[in-house]
Structure formats: C-alpha cells, structure tokens
C-alpha cells in the first residue's frame, strides 16, 4: 500500500498499523507510543483543527474514541459488476470499475462527473461538492472501488456522492462488515476508523463491572465487546451485529444505562444531603387563595396538591414534576404551592419558557394574589433599566413575594432574600444550558448560613412515558393530575386539504360573526426563521385583504415584549376576532373565548406541538373546532400522525404514539443535549436492560463505591452534569 493509497483504502481486515497511522493521529493521542502509559484521562490538546473535530463528537480522550462506536455497518465483502448492480432494486451495491472520464461540468449546476466502465457496463458518478484534490484523484486510468445508490439517469447509470476509494487491480475484498462511524464534518471515515484503532493500543481496558455483576447478567467482558464491534470477525452473527443485538452491543449498552442510573442516583443523593428549608405553613394567604378562586380545585388538583404540600414540609428539597395535559389547571397549583412558601416566610419563583406564556402567568396569579396584599414582580430581559433595578430591589430586600418571569430570572443579578421554592413551567421547553443554569442557581440561592436549596417544582404538559421516567427522570416525584376540569367541552378535529382554505376562511368569517375568535397558525419553516415570519406577515395580509369586516391581529417571535403584549391584549379583550400566529402561541396561552384553531400546513409539525397548539382551544364552555389543513400528497408519518391527531385528544396516547413515530431523543426535546443522549440503548427496546442496571446501580452505590467512579469516569467523563438537568 504506497502512501497515497492509504489515506483512502482502509477495510476491514486490513487495518492500517499504528506506524502507518502516525501522520493521522490526532494531537490529543499524538504521544510517542513508547512513552504511552495506558491511561483513560483527558491528554492536554494542542490546536490540532483535526483535534477540534474530534472534540466537537465530544472525542477528547482515547477511551472517548474507543467508545465512539459504528453507527452501523456496511457489507463490502462482494463487488457486483456495474449491469449486475442496474438490475438490483435498492440497496447500495458496490461495484469497481476504472475512470474513463472526469470532468467538471457548469450545467445544470457546478460539479464533478466522474465515467467508471467495467467489462459489464459503464457507470457515471457526480459530487456536487467536490475539492480541486478529487479531480486529479480520480484522473482517467485510475482504478475505483465504489459504492451508492445506483439511479437510471438521463444518461444512462449514475451515482451521486457515492462513497469510494482508489485501489490497486486485484486488492483484496474486505472478509469482514465495515464498520461505520458517526461523523462531523471534515472527518471522513478513513480518519476515525485510524484515529480509533490508535487510540485502542492507549487505553486501560480493565473491566468496570466486578466478576459478579457480569456472571450474573451473562454480560461480555468489556475489552473484547469494544474491540468486535469495531472490528467484527469475518463470522460474526451480521443480524445480531447490525440489529445491535450482538452481546457485545448488549454489553455496551448496559454499560450506558448503568453509567446513567449512577449518576441519577448520586445527583438525587447529593441533593438530598443539601438540605432546605422546610415551608410548613399553610396560614392565611394559602387559605384566601382557595376561597378567591372562581371555581373549586378538581379531585386530581387536590391530591397533587396534598403531594406538593407534604414534601415542601420536609427539609431536603422537593424536586416534582407536577404533569397534567394541556388546560389540566397546573397553575392554580403552582399558585397555592408559592402562597404556602409566602406563608412560610420565604419567597417563590415561578419561570416561564416565552415571555408571552410568563406573561400570561403574571397576569392570571397577580389578579388573586394582589388584592391579598402580595407584591409580585415581574421579571423579563425585555424590561426598562429603571423598571428592572426597581424589581431586583424588591427581590433582593424581600418586599416582592413572588417573582414571575422568563429565564431572566436565573440571571446573575438576580438576588433573592429569602428563596423557598422555584417553580419551572413547561421545563422541558428551557434549552439544557438554562436547565444547567437554573440548577446552578438553585445552588447558588443557597442559604449561605445553612447551606439549604430551594424546593423546586417543574410543570409540564408532556407526560413521560414509564421508560423515560426510570432513566432521565429517575431522580423527580412525579405528580399527576389527570383530570380536566368540568364543563370542558371536546375539541372537534377535522383534516382539510390545503385546498379548500377558501372554504375554511368562509367558515371562520361566520364564526367570527358570531362573536368566536379564531387562532389562525402558520406554517412551521424549520430552515429559516425569516421565512417563517414572512409567512405569517404574508398570511395576515391575505386574511385581513379577504375579510375586511374582521379585526385580524398577528403575533409572533420578533415582535417587541411591547407589541406582543398589546396584540395580546386585544385578543384577550376580545377586540381581535382573528389572530394570526406563529408558534409562539404554543405554550400556555389561555384565552377561554377563543374556539376555533386553524394550523396550516399541519403537516410539517411534530405531534406534541400540534397537540399543544390544539390545547389552546377547548378551554370555555363553547364547543371548539380545530381544522388541520394539509397538503396533499401525505407522507406515511404525516399521514400516521395526522390521524392520531383526528382521533384523540388524550395527552398520553399522544405521547405514547410520539414517541413510537420519533423515537425518545427528539421527544424530550434532548437532541440539544448531545452527550447527554443515550447513544447505544433504545428506551424502547432495551426496557429490560434499563430495569436490570436500576438494580445493579443501586447496589453498586451501597457496596462498591470504588466501582461507581471508575465506571462513571469511562462512560460520562466530565458531562456528567448533562445528564441531570
Ligand atoms: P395548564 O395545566 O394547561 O397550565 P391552566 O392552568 O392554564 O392549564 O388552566 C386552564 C384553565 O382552566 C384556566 O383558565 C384555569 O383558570 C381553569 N381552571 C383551572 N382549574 C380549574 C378548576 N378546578 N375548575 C375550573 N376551571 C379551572
Ligand atoms: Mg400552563
């Protein structure tokens, strides 16, 4: 294998040595190999860019590498002749041919063709991106081993971006599954697979999970798990090996889940050793609230409640999750938790994802908790300099009792005097670096003289089914309301082609007519946020143009606090008929009158979010309609979830049915979280294993702390935190 051929022909079987590798190997694992001493800790990194890479995979350390594991495999074992793979339906055949032509061509658009012939057939390839380096790569002559998807183009057989390397007449075919690896951008599989296989010869490979724990789950020692999935022998069970089913995939993912339920476990002991201040009173603010309210609270409320009130009693800090469907009454519940800490003599805070759903919150809660004497303040970035010192003075000297807000209240300059509790709404909205915040600040509320916590409450209307609940929320009480409160009427759903829009603005004009108020939600534009506002701005136009008797608002993101706040207002005032609306009406919004909802496009949402915004009607006593428009042709997933839309408007099937179509990553909305992700077991396959390593974890944290550290140091390494919040 001369120099060059190396960077591009790697296989399996043929794994390139440590000195072929040298010129590759990233800076944090550059050390000479004679100097190496085998050591899992994070080396010092110089600026190497391939280094930044690697870190940007959260890959700083050889352990880190060894256990960036494929994320599936690919058969290179067979080569197809090109006609041969014409005739194959699907798949990725593998052919090799010789180049008979390169060239870049400016029609229709800029890119690299690329003629391969073998004695079969010839066999174009095209990159639309493609480097000055490839067209010489690839001069005429030069032998290819590629593969792709195979398409009948205009000109015959064609592969786009097919992966491929250059290789010698008569090379050897892999004998084993390539495997092949999670990427970011720049680092092409021929590097990792080298700068993992380096990494393999650094790290100490002791097995984590005493003798024990592994004869008694029949678990694969770790060293040769690692080692087989990287480099699967020729005879390894494929099935099992891509299904992730191999026991060495088993054995990783336990591994993975213990590593989690560890640090659940320590993060929920730490907590508990903390210590807070018990709020015990429920005297006469409490007592006034309940009898200023217009309604009485629900059977559910008032169990929640009972949870919530016991445990604010204690003093080690409440860490609940109050969960109740859309319109399930969650803030009263919060209200009366906050008075029971304002009758204790200490503060709450209540925080909201949107400043619009804060809002919201301030209004509802200031017009029961007001005329009982309670200074409230308010609490956003939005706010004036002058408006903002003045609520951070009465936070800090303790005048203001509650204080509401957006995440502006976890900022530094926010001073509390006597913080009790901290209420999170719809927590799972907050990105994971304001959930780390809020815990931060929980921390640092701390009583400096006791070294107490507050007690913190987190609402969502997500509920979490019971896997999710053993593993990322291993370490919350879940409270549960699971009533609505009386005289609810349901919601109607009906699926609409796009179509007929004209029909459905008819619909709404006579609905306006009689005194109903409509949300009318744009279509959701994931790429771009301008088009997204361009949209909506378009849409109000068009509505206001076609219903010139109507009073049509518009809401969305860009909107100053101001402006937000005034068309909010109005509708709420019932001077608008119509608002037009982005998502940021998602959460929380209540406008009772409101009974119609129109969400355009409803094709392009999630199912939580269309179960969200649907939760915005539904809330008075008039029956509500929510019209799903949609553009034909449906894909499969569309099509499943528009149904499961059309057929209830229970939270839990909804969740559930979400969680089958999506998969839990994005359902907790974690995808952000990057490392804090399970990468190897599936919630929803793995259940056993999940159930398995609660065990162990548990006994693990009794008998074998030792255990506990080292284990926790392989698999989270330093993003421990990540995992908790
Ligand atoms: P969510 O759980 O979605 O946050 P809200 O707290 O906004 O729900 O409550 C939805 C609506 O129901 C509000 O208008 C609230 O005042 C009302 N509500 C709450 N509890 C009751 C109850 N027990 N009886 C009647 N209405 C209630
Ligand atoms: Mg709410």
Known sequence: MNDNESDVMVSKGLWPTIAETRHFTPCTLSMPAAKRKPSASAQPSSNSKRADKLAKLGLRTPMDLALHLPLRYEDETHILSIREAGFMAGGTPQVEGVVSACEVQYRPR?????????????????????????????????????????????????MVHPSYKIINAGAPLPTALTPV????????????????????????????????????????????????????????????????????????????????????????????????????????????????????????????????????????PMQRLLQGDVGSGKTVVAALAAAQAIDSGYQAALMAPTEILAEQHFRKIAAWLTPLGIDIAWLTGSLKKKEKTDALNRIASGQARLIVGTHALIQESVAFAHPGLVIVDEQHRFGVEQRLALRNKGLALADSATTTVPHQLMMSATPIPRTLAMTYYADLEVSVIDELPPGRTPIITRLIDQERRDEVIDRMHAAALEGRQTYWVCPLIEESEALQLQTATDTHAALCAALPDLHIGLVHGRLKPAEKKAVMDDFIRGATHVLVATTVIEVGVDVPNASLMVIEHAERFGLSQLHQLRGRVGRGTAASVCLLLYQSPLGQVAKERLA????????????????????????????????????????ETDQWLVEKARDIAQALLHDDPETVDAHLLRWLGGREEYLRV
């Open 644 to 683: 499961t839309m059309r057929e209830t408007t229970d939270g839990f099937t909804i969740a559930r049915r979400d969680l089958e179509i999506r998969g839990p990553g994005e359902f907790l909305g974690a995808r952000q979280s990057g490392q804090a992700m399970l990468r190897f077991a599936n919630l």
């Open 181 to 316: 690896y999670p990427a970011g951008e720049g680092l092409s599989q021929t590097f990792l697979r080298k700068a993992i296989a380096d990494a393999m010869d650094q790290i100490d490979w002791r097995d984590t999970l005493p003798d024990h724990v592994r004869t008694s789950l029949d678990l694969m020692p770790f060293e040769p798990a690692v080692r087989l999935l990287h480099n699967p022998p020729p005879d390894v069970d494929e099935h099992a090996l891509m299904e992730r089913q191999h026991p060495a995939w088993i054995r990783m993912k336990f591994d993975e889940l213990l590593a989690q339920q560890l640090s659940l476990k320590r993060a929920q002991a730490a907590r508990r050793a903390k210590g807070a201040i018990p709020l015990p009173l429920i005297g006469s603010l409490s007592t006034a609230l309940l009898h200023a309210l217009p309604f009485t609270l629900t059977a559910a409320q008032q169990r929640v409640l009972a949870e919530i009130r016991h445990d604010l009693r204690a003093p080690y």
């Open 110 to 158: 800029r890119q690299l063709v690329v003629t391969i012939a073998d004695d079969s057939s010839q066999l174009v390839l095209r990159f639309l991106n493609f480097y000055g380096s490839q067209i010489k790569q690839l001069a005429e002559g030069t032998r290819v081993r590629v593969r792709g998807e195979l398409r009948h183009g205009f000109f015959g057989a064609e």
